[in-house]
């Protein structure tokens, strides 16, 4: 093909890409909020001084790497409240390598200003869990090695839109070209019917529903039939929406809303064989893998910032309203790890490190359990309403009127 005709087409996807953002922008569903910050004290954070944030500072001072990489005017992300890269330098020079709790503790009161996170009115928000699971699988399918794990495929496109306007910093667009049209990229029943031919497949899981939850999750660890291990980490999705599978079965009347948790759904999926697969496809988003190594066992996989995930100090965000690297302090309730003992209060210092297709609004976390049974006990279970707060170096808190609400008016 000769130069000048690859160069039309480029610019005539460009142009596709574009006018497919901005149909998207328009008609995507609102952000809850407004996003609304206000200035409090340390005193007003529940049980901050009994707080344990070495784990956090641990996780900020991986963040602190990911910010010093970049250059001191480029915006920090989120709506807009955090400043640019150079506003956090001085933060991060000087965090602490070896501290106590109580040393951890006064080194965020020392450079720190906590901001109540509120949605308009609203100080409460919901905040679930995640982790890392656990599923068996081989290179070749073969016995009960049956469900393909793809890896990202070669025909499918991502526009940052970031990259068409300022204000769409953080969404993105999937999907593939048929023509001189982008089009949906194929959905999980299209792709549990048909396959893809233009992915390959990394691995065969034992377990459709393992399979499926490492969807969920993002990524995993896989042990496979010949004794080695590897990670699987998040590559990419096929762009279509996040449906929770547990909403399609309180609709359906299977599950009681009360009761949906990742234990109740999985035992109805597999109590179910016959209707399972259904019910997983309502959920028409498909997440695509990258084979990584297992790295320290002790941290989880890179999250959305770029950076391992640390169990009880990462937590995913909305980016559009938040930004990466950024400290937060939650107070909600837990699961207890015996399922049978009542929730316990929790009240930790997390770092904004990752993102998922279910956290959207100003008050909505979802934290990072880590690895293992205890985790997937939590980290199912979890679904409270509690508060929120993000600590702001000192001099951009300053800034802050007594309230402010994001965007601006």
């Known amino acids: 093909m000769a130069p000048r005709a690859r160069y039309a087409i480029a610019a005539a996807l460009a142009v596709i890409a574009a006018a497919a953002a901005l149909v998207w922008w328009l008609t995507r569903p609102p952000v809850p909020g407004p996003l609304r910050l206000t ?20 996780a900020f001072r991986r963040s602190c790497d990911e910010i010093g990489k970049r250059a001191p005017l480029s915006a920090m992300g989120g709506a807009g409240y955090a400043g640019v890269a150079g506003d956090w330098l001085a933060v991060c020079n000087a965090v602490p390598r070896n ?42 399918r073969h016995g009960p090695y049956q469900t393909p794990i793809y890896g990202l495929p070669n025909d499918l496109v991502t526009a940052d839109l970031g990259q068409f306007r300022q204000s769409w910093k953080g969404e993105h667009l999937a999907g593939r070209i048929e023509g001189h049209r982008l089009v949906p990229y194929p959905d999980r029943a299209d792709i549990d019917a048909h396959g893809l031919s233009t992915a390959k497949v990394l691995v065969y899981a034992a377990d459709p529903v393992t399979a499926f ?17 590897i990670r699987l980490a998040y590559a990419g999705a096929n762009g279509r929406p996040y449906t929770a599978i547990g909403r399609t079965l309180i609709q359906n009347g299977e599950l009681d809303r009360a009761n949906v948790s990742l234990q109740t759904i999985r035992a109805w999926l597999k109590a179910h064989p016959d209707r399972a697969q259904g019910v997983m496809e309502s959920d028409r988003s498909y997440v695509f893998f990258q084979e990584a190594p297992l790295g320290d066992p002790a941290l989880g996989s890179a999250g959305s910032e770029g950076v391992p995930l640390t169990p009880r100090a990462s937590l995913a965000v909305d980016p559009r309203l938040h930004p990466f690297g950024a400290p937060v302090y939650v107070a909600a309730t837990a699961p207890d790890p015996d399922a049978t003992k009542p929730d316990r209060p929790f009240a930790a210092l997390l ?51 007594p309230y402010t609400d994001y965007p601006p008016p």
């Open 99 to 140: 501290a106590s709790a109580a040393g951890a503790r006064r080194f965020f009161e020392s450079w720190f200003a906590p901001v109540a996170v509120g949605a308009g009115e609203m100080r409460e928000g919901l905040f679930t869990g995640y982790y890392e699971p656990q599923l068996r699988a081989s290179r070749a």
């Open 213 to 229: 939850f490492l969807q969920i999750q993002g990524s995993g660890r896989v042990t496979l039939d010949d004794g080695s291990a």
């Open 39 to 58: 200035p409090v004290g340390f005193a007003d954070l529940p049980d901050w001084n009994a707080a344990d944030p070495r784990a956090a500072l641990a």
């Open 351 to 401: 770092i904004a490190q990752d993102s998922g297709g279910a956290i959207g609004g100003p008050v909505r976390g979802d934290v990072y359990w880590g690895f293992g049974k205890a985790a997937e006990s939590i980290a199912g279970r979890m679904k409270a309403h509690g508060t929120m707060f993000v600590l702001l170096p000192k001099p951009l808190a300053a800034r802050l009127a």
